[in-house]
Nanobody, 123 residues
Framework: QVQLVESGGGLVQAGDSLRLSCAAS????????MGWFRQAPGKEREFVAR????????YYSDSVKGRFTISRDNAKNALYLQMNSLKPEDTAVYYC????????????????WGQGTQVTVSS
């Protein structure tokens, strides 16, 4: 069964760093584009970052560009999101997701999702 399990969230102060991890199983990890999304209370789920199958190409939302870094280790079936200089506006549940093919560059491309991990940034 396809499983994506996020970890690494927590409560931090503005300016701190966190590294989120996503452990994948049940599919050929290296054949899928992987992404991170987040959802704050009362808001739509939004794109954060994605990374190509081999890890050579990355894309970021403007709000996190320069602060967050997405990476993957295909040998470990693992996806990561390094988050630096965190802001209260980054507070959300963060989800990892897998896409077979990118058509729209949004969440509709992603067919498999994890359960999410909470990131809370206090001021």
């Amino acid at each position: 069964q396809v499983q994506l399990v996020e970890s690494g969230g927590g409560l931090v102060q503005a300016g701190d760093s966190l590294r989120l991890s996503c452990a994948a199983s049940g599919f050929t990890f290296g054949s899928y584009t992987m992404g991170w999304f987040r959802q704050a209370p009362g808001k739509e789920r939004e794109f954060v970052a994605r990374i190509s199958r081999g890890g050579r190409t990355t894309y970021y939302s403007d709000s996190v560009k320069g602060r967050f870094t997405i990476s993957r280790d295909n040998a470990k079936n693992a996806l990561y999101l390094q988050m630096n200089s965190l802001k209260p506006e980054d507070t959300a549940v963060y989800y990892c997701a897998a896409a077979r093919v990118i058509y729209y560059s949004d969440l509709t491309d992603f067919g498999s999702w994890g359960q999410g991990t909470q990131v809370t940034v206090s001021s």
